[in-house]
């Protein structure tokens, strides 16, 4: 059986990094549901679609605005501030990791689509989206760990009252000017 997602009840993040870090968990699960997805050979079809379902909402709509989040938001405040030669280094592989990501998630995407309207085709999956989607999982569970040690820890040091409340509202105006589909594929924050 695969085990979904489903929504949890979840405690308002506190601040920013808690916002964040919120994200990873969500990524960290979804992540984990597509690795799943993979051996769910017998599963009941409505569970091989839901699934699908699931991955293509949250990949094809929230993950991006996470991206933005840290590429467009995020990377060019702590470019305002004296880093350190690890933390700089830590910037430019976050961005260029993302693009890479992003190149799985566009083998993965097609094959997501079509399980979510026929979850009868998941014997017919091109060869090579068992390793894209353990690919995936390892790519993002270093990313993830790589953020969390080095960049989250610097904006943290980063962070004043004004900083933190410049950053939540861009983070906040990115979700209000997307689709619907945000908020089915994730909440709060994304
Ligand atoms: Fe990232
Ligand atoms: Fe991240």
């Given amino acids: 059986m695969i085990t979904?997602?489903?929504?949890?009840?979840?405690?308002?993040?506190?601040?920013?990094i808690d916002l964040l870090f919120a994200c990873h968990e969500r990524i960290r699960r979804l992540s984990r549901l597509a690795q799943r997805l993979t051996g769910a050979h017998g599963s009941p079809l409505g569970e091989v679609q839901e699934a699908?379902?699931?991955?293509l909402r949250y990949f094809r709509h929230a993950l991006p605005l996470h991206v933005a989040d840290e590429d467009l938001t995020i990377r060019?405040?702590?470019?305002?501030?004296?880093?350190?030669?690890?933390?700089?280094?830590?910037?430019?592989?976050m961005s260029s990791e993302h693009v890479s990501i992003d190149g799985l998630l566009a083998s993965l995407m097609p094959c997501w689509e079509r399980l979510?309207?026929?979850?009868?085709?998941?014997?017919?999956?091109?060869?090579?989206?068992?390793?894209?989607?353990?690919?995936?999982?390892?790519?993002?569970?270093?990313h993830l760990a790589m953020e969390e040690e080095t960049i989250f820890p610097a904006l943290r040091r980063y962070l004043s009252a004004d900083s933190e409340w410049?950053?939540?509202?861009?983070?906040?105006?990115r979700r209000s000017k997307s689709s619907n589909e945000v908020q089915l594929a994730d909440e709060p924050g994304t």
């Fill in 4 to 16: 979904t997602i489903r929504k949890r009840r979840e405690e308002p993040p506190a601040d920013v």
């Fill in 116 to 142: 979510a309207s026929d979850g009868s085709l998941l014997g017919e999956m091109p060869q090579g989206w068992v390793e894209d989607s353990r690919m995936l999982r390892e790519q993002l569970d270093s």
């Fill in 52 to 55: 699908a379902g699931s991955l």
């Fill in 76 to 93: 060019p405040r702590l470019h305002e501030i004296e880093l350190d030669a690890e933390v700089r280094d830590a910037l430019e592989r």
């Fill in 166 to 173: 410049v950053i939540w509202r861009e983070i906040r105006e």
